[in-house]
């Protein structure tokens, strides 16, 4: 009985505070324009779930094979994240294409469910949107690996290869914290509170350690003070299969298309020892990578490394 009064005293406590806390948060709160104001050299378009803020990188006339890559991000952070891989890609002569998912970034923050299935349909509309017709390289990370495949199974005849890094669909069990997250009213006030906190704490380890700059966590940040951001991410938690998507990667797999999966070492969100061995039994045909010592920040920290694997997964 103490126990129970002890738990139940501290989830008051934790709804009371992180309420008072939101509510403190929200009056930083800025309009979303006034984000898109900031120096973007890419556009936006309209799609029947909203506005994408997407960006075209082009490579010389001479030296453009003509194939278009898709660079797909994850659960939180925007198509920046691709940064210091898109250049070698230009170099090789692919037309790429990044975007912000809805919800996050320069984006718009639609109210809506965001599974599998949403973001199947907003990769398929901004394609439809941008006429693109041909076939083309998927190159997803963490969620949006997961992305990827979910698109890959239903859509082959879309795309040219696939491939995967540190791909979510078998991440382990969500601690009691960011179980938390799914709580119905809750779950929104502790994502600006906690769930914020904990994301960016990842980018102050990378900054430490030397791996990344203080600019790309400004630049993460900023998007938490836009209505709406908190929602996404948190009806993300709540409905995406980040867990066990093993059906799309087994449907992924029939087709028979080039994958390539990429692992960090030292990758503890999503561990290569658990989704290494599910996608193989899934996609016997896939090429795996693990690199020595890196964690999940692999396309901006481990770059140097990431890169000649994806040129070699879609050349």
């Known amino acids: 009985m103490r126990a129970l009064k002890i738990f139940t005293a501290t989830v008051i406590g934790v709804i009371t505070l992180s309420t008072l806390t939101y509510a403190y ?21 309209d799609t029947p779930q909203g506005k994408i803020a997407y960006q075209w990188h082009l490579p010389n006339k001479a030296n453009s094979n003509g194939e278009t890559a898709v660079l797909i991000h994850g659960f939180s952070t925007p198509q920046f994240v691709f940064d210091k891989t898109t250049p070698a890609l230009v170099e090789a002569g692919f037309r790429v294409l990044t975007f912000d998912h809805l919800g996050r970034g320069l984006s718009d923050r639609p109210e809506g469910t965001y599974d599998a299935d949403w973001y199947r349909q907003e990769l398929r509309q901004l394609l439809q949107a941008l006429k693109i017709s041909r076939p083309v390289h998927l190159i997803g990370y963490s969620m949006g690996g ?12 879309q795309v040219a290869s696939l491939t995967l890094i540190a791909p979510a669909g078998f991440v382990p069990e969500y601690s009691f914290a960011t179980k938390l997250l799914l709580t119905p ?12 906190g904990s994301l960016v704490a990842g980018f102050q380890r990378d900054i430490a350690a030397g791996k990344i700059t203080e600019d790309i966590l400004l630049k993460f940040d900023r998007q938490f003070f836009v209505e709406g951001t908190t929602n996404a991410l948190v009806s993300t938690l709540r409905n995406y299969p980040m867990h066990d998507l093993a059906d799309d990667y087994q449907q ?18 999503v561990p290569a ?6 996608i193989t039994q899934a996609i016997a045909h896939a090429k795996h990578f693990v690199i020595e010592g890196a964690t999940h920040s692999l396309t901006y920290a481990d770059s140097a490394a990431v890169n000649p694997l994806i040129l070699n997964a879609i050349q």
């Open 25 to 45: 948060k929200a009056k930083d709160f800025i309009p979303l324009e006034e984000l898109r104001q900031d120096a973007f050299s890419g556009a936006f378009i």
């Open 146 to 157: 997961a992305n990827a495949t979910t698109f890959s199974a239903r859509h082959p005849e």
């Open 185 to 196: 009213s809750l779950g929104e006030k502790l994502m600006i509170v906690a769930g914020r």
């Open 252 to 269: 992924a797999g029939k087709h028979n298309i080039k994958t390539t999966v990429i692992w960090g070492e030292e990758d503890q969100v």
């Open 273 to 278: 020892k658990i989704g290494k061995p599910k």
